[in-house]
């Protein structure tokens, strides 16, 4: 049988000059990640893409935690919901558990608010 190695030299200095060029260009923006840099992380991209729909970067990341596999619609109503409760002055952790508890449901939700303030 013929013995057979692979060779990665290519590849690692691909690698090694791709990490050199990130390096010089965030250098260059003072330690920054430059503004043309790709987002590779699945997690990082569904957050960008709501951030850039104008929602607030913590609350995106509960609402994704929230609804893990659901669609961006369930995302859109939970940030909805988020920020009609935050705009009611509710802390927003109790905010997003009175939210993840009753699956979305405002009404629910801000009963659960309501009656923990009473307390």
Do not use: C
């Not at 690698?15 to 260009?25: R, S």
């Not at 927003?92 to 449901?105: I, K």
């Amino acid at each position: 049988m013929v013995g057979f190695t692979f060779d990665f030299t290519f590849e690692q200095e691909f690698l090694k000059k791709k990490k050199t060029q990130d390096e010089t260009k965030r250098s260059q923006n003072g330690g920054a990640i430059p503004l043309d840099a790709k987002v590779v992380d699945p997690w990082e991209q569904r957050i960008a893409q709501f951030v850039r729909m104008g929602y607030d970067r913590s609350a995106v990341s509960m609402a994704l935690i929230a609804h893990r596999s659901s669609s961006d619609e369930q995302v859109r109503e939970f940030l909805e919901a988020y920020g009609q409760l935050m705009t009611m002055g509710f802390d927003p952790m109790l905010v997003t558990a009175a939210l993840m508890h009753h699956r979305g449901d405002i009404h629910a939700a801000t009963e659960t608010l309501l009656a923990a303030a009473d307390s």
